[in-house]
């Protein structure tokens, strides 16, 4: 299984919104609702933000929201904030119990 | 607050098996609600998914290091543990332990890093 194509990098400035898209085939993120985004801050471990393609853990902001249309998943995040500065990946379920990550994304907030 | 602890020798040599415990604490691994899994990230690097393993015992693997991993449960002592044989320099990595639920990851240990060197 190949990993999910994430960009390298996207950013924006306080307040503007940013999206990053997570490009699979149709065999994972094209066939299941279960793709998810972690957000990781430097050095720490990843954080579940969006669950089941667009759903919000309980205390994540409603500034992040998810999306999917075909093979493509994307994550945006509304009203930057300087906290959210890390990096994003995705993942999605892949058949047979098997789950695939994305390539990651460095957010940067200008 | 369920809480996940990985433990291990945090340097392996080549070519030896790479052992890590996680202790869960704040909850049961036997709940049938989710399952327990181990997620990878080499050093700045992407995240790997390595595997998971259901309360049923029933364990899924990364095909990629499905021939050297072996990912099991202690029930009595709430832990999971994997096991990686055969290990080169390609394996060093910060190694997370956590619990799944509808196809994520919404619980994390704070991550082991694991060098492999002689």
């Known amino acids: 299984q190949s990993a999910l194509t994430q960009p390298p990098s996207a950013s924006g400035s306080p307040g503007q919104s940013v999206t990053i898209s997570c490009t699979g085939i149709?065999?994972?993120?094209?066939?299941?609702?279960?793709v998810s985004w972690y957000q990781q801050h430097p050095g720490k471990a990843p954080k579940l933000m969006i669950f089941e393609v667009s759903k919000r853990p309980s205390g994540v902001p409603d500034r992040f929201s998810g999306s999917k249309s075909g093979d493509t998943a994307a994550l945006t995040v509304s009203g930057l904030q300087a906290e959210d500065e890390a990096d994003y990946y995705c993942s999605s379920y892949a058949g047979s119990n098997n789950y695939v990550f994305g390539t990651g994304t460095k957010v940067t907030v200008l | 607050q369920l809480q996940l602890q990985e433990s291990g020798p945090g340097l392996v040599k080549p070519s030896e098996t790479l052992s890590l415990t996680c202790t869960v604490s704040g909850g049961s691994i036997s709940s049938n609600n989710y399952y327990w899994g181990w997620i990878r990230q080499p050093p700045e690097k992407g995240l790997e998914w390595i595997g998971i393993?259901?309360?049923?015992?029933?364990?899924y693997y990364n095909p990629s290091l499905k021939s050297r991993l072996t990912i099991s449960s202690d029930m009595s002592k709430n832990q999971i543990s994997l096991k990686l044989s055969s290990v080169t320099a390609a394996d060093t990595a910060v190694y997370y332990c956590?619990?799944?639920?509808?196809?994520?990851?919404?619980?994390w240990g704070q991550g082991t890093l694991v060098t492999v060197s002689s």
């Open positions: 956590t619990r799944g639920l509808l196809g994520a990851s919404d619980y």
């Open positions: 149709s065999s994972d993120v094209g066939n299941y609702n279960y």
């Open positions: 393993i259901y309360y049923s015992g029933s364990t």
